[in-house]
């Protein structure tokens, strides 16, 4: 039976080794790991733990970013860290741009001023894949474990109320999984449909770990029956680029 344990932890300040925080939380909630187990961690806790934090008052925009600031009424400073933090922009409300960066379309480049103190930002993670990937093996190599390691954020679906979790990376296990060819309830053979491993993992242990004050930045998702593996995950195996996304295409269609 599947089953998610969320992990309390103290809250780190200033750069840290997240493994070592890892053990050290895992034995004050008693927890062990096992195999095939998937090691489920926030995105702000692997920010925090790199220094990825910025101060407003540090930032000098640019004539772009105060271009963005005033079509999308936001603060000059927070609209030039939106643009260094992405690939690509492609519109927004009042308080929100839409950007993409490194495969993945977040509002506002995915920066987050939720859990951080006043005047101060948190950035997505650097080289989210080989921090997973990293995780995994040191968890290899000191307890002789397989595991599955995912990175989660939160993040707003179209036209859905509230957030849910999506993997921003992921290492040990196969992202997602082609059912293309086997067959419907009616015995029709399927002929799009992957089902997204990594997103749902990220999902399941979210709902546990919380969205506020919980201190949970840590899961472990058990029994879940991803395919586990050694090879590494590239970023472009659980995402598609906005071209190809059918509400990006199809919204695009509509201006």
Same mark, same amino acid.
């Given at each position: 039976? *599947?089953?998610?344990?969320?992990?309390? &932890? =103290?809250?780190?300040? +200033?750069?840290? $080794?997240?493994?070592?925080? *890892?053990?050290?939380?895992?034995?004050?909630?008693?927890? /062990?790991?096992?195999?095939?187990?998937?090691?489920?961690?926030?995105?702000?806790?692997?920010?925090?733990?790199?220094?990825?934090?910025?101060?407003? $008052?540090?930032?000098?925009?640019?004539?772009?970013?105060?271009?963005?600031?005033? #079509?999308?009424?936001?603060?000059? &400073?927070?609209?030039?860290?939106? *643009?260094?933090?992405?690939?690509?922009?492609? +519109?927004?409300? !009042?308080?929100?741009?839409?950007?993409? /960066?490194?495969?993945?379309?977040?509002?506002?480049?995915?920066? $987050?001023?939720?859990?951080?103190? #006043?005047?101060?930002?948190?950035?997505?993670?650097?080289?989210?894949?080989?921090? /997973?990937?990293?995780?995994?093996?040191?968890?290899?190599?000191?307890? !002789?474990?397989?595991?599955?390691?995912?990175?989660? $954020? !939160?993040?707003?679906?179209?036209?859905?109320?509230?957030?849910?979790?999506? /993997?921003?990376?992921?290492?040990?296990?196969?992202?997602?999984?082609?059912?293309?060819?086997?067959?419907?309830?009616?015995?029709?053979?399927?002929?799009?449909?992957?089902?997204?491993?990594?997103?749902?993992?990220?999902?399941? %242990?979210?709902?546990?770990? +919380? =969205?506020?004050? #919980? &201190?949970?930045?840590?899961?472990?998702?058990?029994?879940?029956? %991803?395919?586990?593996?050694?090879?590494?995950?590239?970023?472009? =195996?659980?995402?598609? !680029?906005?071209?190809?996304?059918?509400?990006?295409?199809?919204?695009?269609?509509?201006?």
């Amino acid at each position: 039976m *599947l089953k998610v344990i969320p992990l309390l &932890s =103290e809250r780190m300040n +200033g750069e840290f $080794d997240v493994f070592v925080s *890892l053990i050290d939380t895992l034995k004050k909630n008693n927890e /062990a790991l096992m195999n095939e187990d998937i090691i489920v961690v926030s995105t702000k806790y692997i920010s925090n733990s790199q220094g990825r934090i910025v101060q407003f $008052d540090k930032i000098i925009p640019s004539e772009e970013g105060t271009k963005l600031a005033k #079509e999308f009424k936001i603060k000059p &400073s927070f609209a030039e860290m939106i *643009l260094r933090e992405s690939d690509k922009v492609f +519109g927004g409300i !009042s308080g929100f741009i839409i950007t993409s /960066a490194d495969y993945v379309m977040a509002p506002n480049a995915g920066i $987050d001023k939720s859990n951080a103190s #006043e005047g101060v930002a948190i950035l997505y993670p650097k080289n989210p894949y080989l921090i /997973a990937e990293n995780l995994r093996r040191k968890i290899y190599l000191k307890l !002789s474990i397989h595991v599955g390691v995912v990175l989660v $954020d !939160s993040r707003l679906m179209p036209a859905r109320i509230g957030t849910s979790g999506v /993997a921003i990376a992921c290492a040990g296990i196969e992202p997602v999984l082609d059912m293309r060819a086997r067959k419907d309830l009616d015995g029709k053979p399927l002929k799009v449909t992957f089902q997204a491993v990594a997103d749902n993992i990220a999902t399941i %242990a979210n709902y546990k770990m +919380g =969205e506020g004050a #919980e &201190s949970k930045p840590f899961a472990i998702v058990r029994n879940s029956e %991803a395919k586990m593996t050694d090879r590494k995950i590239n970023a472009n =195996e659980l995402a598609i !680029s906005p071209d190809q996304c059918v509400y990006v295409r199809g919204l695009a269609k509509m201006n």
